[in-house]
């Protein structure tokens, strides 16, 4: 099972769920926090509760995301971009990484987690506590932002992956 940023935080609340568990997990730049300020927290699952589809603009630079100013280009002429979200997802997200994060010592399966060193939208720090578990092997990639299978070395990041699933798969 893979999953890249926010599907990262759901493949690892999935993984730690009574449902049947993955053999194994690749994390890319997984969004297990994130830098939300307090007051945003508390309110909400609030404003979810009153109006849930109401939605905000994403705080989010493209920049943060590729190095190379082409995908930029690509990303905001996109007609499928949506730089809004619903408090109901955020809602959900932030819950989501405080439950996860309280219960990390569930997560027991074989594990690769990749992460960009350059990557400020969800910076590799966040990915330590992940990195100290005894399952996870953690490779981060100097010069890379968040989409890191999409910029220049992801080929190499992706032969990486393939590379980790048949050493795995081949006991």
């Not at 849930?52 to 994403?58: I, V």
């Not at 569930?106 to 400020?120: I, N």
């Not at 992706?158 to 006991?171: G, K, N, P």
Request: glycine content about 6%; aromatic content about 4%.
């Amino acid at each position: 099972m893979l999953g890249h940023s926010a599907g990262g935080l759901l493949t690892l609340d999935y993984a730690m769920s009574r449902h049947r568990q993955p053999d194994l997990v690749v994390l890319n730049a997984p969004a297990v926090d994130a830098v939300v300020p307090a007051w945003k927290r508390r309110a909400s699952p609030i404003l979810a509760g009153l109006v849930p589809t109401l939605t905000l603009a994403n705080p989010i630079n493209p920049d943060q995301i590729f190095n190379d100013p082409a995908f930029v280009a690509g990303y905001l002429a996109d007609p499928l971009l949506e730089p809004r979200t619903t408090v109901r997802l955020g809602a959900h997200l932030l819950s989501t990484m405080d439950r996860v994060g309280a219960s990390l010592d569930r997560f027991s399966a074989p594990c690769l987690l990749t992460h960009g060193e350059d990557d400020t939208l969800v910076p590799p720090k966040t990915s330590d506590v992940l990195a100290r578990l005894p399952n996870v092997e953690r490779r981060l990639y100097p010069g890379v932002r968040h989409a890191s299978l999409q910029e220049p070395v992801g080929g190499m990041i992706l032969d990486d992956i393939v590379a980790w699933i048949r050493t795995m798969t081949d006991h």
